[in-house]
Nanobody, 127 residues
């Protein structure tokens, strides 16, 4: 059984930074791309960032490009989301997710491509 456990969320002022972590267990972490998604109250879940299985490719939503950085440490079975210059509109529950297809060549941004999800961590950015 795959488990994904996020941590690092919290309350921060606009312009501040946070680093989210997602610890994975239950299958060979290094074989699968990982993604971060978020869902704000009353809105649909949206893609934030993704990293390929080997860490060489990353992809970001336009809304976070230049402010967020996704990375992974396969030795620690952990994926990170470093967030800088946070804005109130970044307020959401952030979820990490694991790709269902190993060694995917092109990083995917669509939810159905991910088969395991964490429980989410709340990020609140005050103005």
């Amino acid at each position: 059984q795959v488990q994904l456990v996020e941590s690092g969320g919290g309350l921060v002022q606009a312009g501040g930074s946070l680093r989210l972590s997602c610890a994975a267990s239950g299958r060979t972490f290094s074989n699968y791309a990982m993604g971060w998604f978020r869902q704000a109250p009353g809105k649909e879940r949206e893609f934030v960032a993704a990293v390929s299985w080997n860490g060489r490719s990353t992809y970001y939503a336009d809304s976070v490009k230049g402010r967020f950085t996704i990375s992974r440490d396969n030795a620690k079975n952990t994926v990170y989301l470093q967030m800088h210059t946070l804005k109130p509109e970044d307020t959401a529950v952030y979820y990490c997710a694991a790709d269902r297809t190993p060694w995917r060549v092109v990083v995917t941004t669509t939810s159905p491509a991910y088969d395991y999800w964490g429980q989410g961590t709340q990020v609140t950015v005050s103005s």
